[in-house]
């Protein structure tokens, strides 16, 4: 099986309670702040894991701006096992440094074990393939719920209709 056959598809690492829609953030650090607090409120990361120093960190290094409005903050943690995965849709573009220039409106912050860089960089490619689809990226502006969402990444991932369950 080749490494693409391994990556866990987007639709099953999401959940309704880390999707928000229409943020009140005016920046990026803003929105990874209220990213990761989804994530501590869902119990999917421990908070006593520098989380959001982390993402901080790595943001610092370099933008996760891909462009077309979109961005993909993450992070590796130690004592961590797995991956996580929020999304959120500030009600403004926000500026990101992406690399073509242009503020960003879809977040995907990942979050992963430090010991299987392989398996985080494998699902960044599979988000960044798949939100380079301008149909998917009109989907993500337009939908109203986190249900929507899900659906969305099922229905292009799978092949399958939306609705068909997460098993």
Do not use: Y
């Amino acid at each position: 099986m080749n490494a693409i056959g391994k990556t866990p598809e987007i639709w099953r690492k999401l959940e309704e309670g880390v999707i928000r829609l229409e943020m009140a953030a005016e920046s990026k650090e803003e929105i990874f702040a209220e990213l990761v607090d989804a994530l501590f409120e869902k119990d999917l990361v421990a908070r006593e894991l520098p989380v959001l120093e982390e993402v901080l960190r790595r943001e610092a290094v370099l933008s996760t701006g891909v462009g077309n409005g979109v961005a993909l903050p993450h992070a590796r943690l130690g004592n961590f096992s797995g991956q996580v995965l929020a999304f959120g849709r500030p009600e403004e573009p926000v500026e990101v440094g992406a690399v073509d220039g242009n503020p960003a409106d879809l977040f995907f912050l990942l979050i992963a074990d430090r010991d299987d860089p392989g398996t985080i960089v494998r699902i960044l490619g599979r988000l960044a393939r798949l939100c380079d689809d301008e149909t998917v990226r009109k989907k993500l502006r337009q939908v109203k719920n986190g249900a929507d969402v899900i659906a969305l990444f099922q229905t292009h991932e799978s092949g399958r209709p939306a609705g068909t369950g997460r098993a």
